[in-house]
């Protein structure tokens, strides 16, 4: 919790990886926080525009690179030094990666797909198509986050837009669905982010509404534009703001960080209970002013 100085005083005992998106030239795309002293860590990495996903396998850690051109980091877990950089072929704009049946799972923004890729310790192939959602030529609903929720792989996506030129504004037809059989779990979200699955609940940000939720509700309002979730311990959440966009103060909706409007919100992390509480904030702005992802260490 946040002290009487403002200090960030956690409960719990967790060190988590952060990735960030948008970076401008020579910031950090990767953090550590530990949420026991609030200690932020930039990891020593070269990622170019940022990072989007993450995903632990067995004694490395993915980093899905923020790049037209699909590729990812695989770092050594225990020293987050990057071990190699390997391409992820006829992916683009991979965002969420999760790791499902022995090899790694892509949310490929940039196709409308969701593909599967082997995995033998030096790259990645024998590419499979889980799920496509259009045609596969280029982004129409935008497929983002994935999750493993028992034995079935989730995702979600934005749900059209107005036209290609659009920027996602006014896609509000957002859904979280089952890749094997196409069923639609829950719809007509604002820009859903951050699948996070905790026992038989499900959890993520409806981002453009500036929440933490479940599948049946809002749990938290947020400052900012909500993206990036894990489980913090107990019936706690750590949720990450971004920086959004508004146009109308009226509207209650927030923009991507990538719409027109005036700059809202705050890049930071939150401590969110799953009672709705709010017990502490850290910010992140001397960092970034966008979150993606969040891992827990070990």
Request: proline residues 4%; glycine residues 14%; hydrophobic residues 40%.
């Amino acid at each position: 919790m946040l002290d009487s100085a403002g200090s960030w005083k956690s409960r719990g005992a967790a060190r988590f990886l952060v990735s960030l998106c948008n970076v401008v030239k020579d910031a950090p795309s990767l953090l550590v926080v530990d949420t026991t002293s609030g200690a932020i860590t930039p990891v020593a990495i070269t990622s170019g525009s940022g990072a989007t996903g993450l995903c632990a396998m067995g004694d490395e850690i993915m980093v899905a690179r923020q790049a037209p051109e699909a590729s990812v980091m695989v770092l050594d877990a225990r020293t987050l030094a990057v071990r190699i950089e390997a391409p992820l072929p006829n992916a683009r704009d991979a965002h969420s990666i999760v790791a499902w049946h022995g090899g790694l799972a892509v949310a490929s923004s940039g196709t409308d797909e969701v593909v599967w890729y082997g995995y033998d310790g030096n790259g990645f192939s024998a590419r499979t198509v889980l799920w496509r959602g259009g045609t596969g030529g280029g982004d129409t609903l935008h497929v983002n986050a994935l999750a493993v929720h028992g034995d079935t792989l989730l995702g979600c996506a934005f749900g059209p837009r107005r036209s290609q030129s659009d920027l996602w504004s006014d896609a509000s037809g957002g859904f979280v669905f089952v890749l094997a059989n196409r069923h639609v779990v829950v719809e007509d979200l604002g820009h859903p982010h951050s699948l996070v699955s905790l026992g038989n609940a499900l959890y993520f940000c409806e981002s453009s509404r500036q929440v933490f939720r479940s599948v049946s509700g809002p749990i938290a309002a947020l400052d900012g534009y909500t993206r990036g979730a894990a489980h913090l311990g107990g019936a706690r959440m750590l949720v990450g703001t971004s920086v959004g966009r508004v146009t109308s103060r009226s509207s209650g909706r927030m923009l991507s960080p990538g719409d027109d409007g005036r700059p809202a919100g705050i890049c930071a992390l939150h401590d969110v209970g799953l009672d709705g509480s709010v017990r502490a904030t850290i910010p992140l702005a001397d960092y970034g002013a966008e979150i993606y992802d969040l891992l827990p260490l070990s």
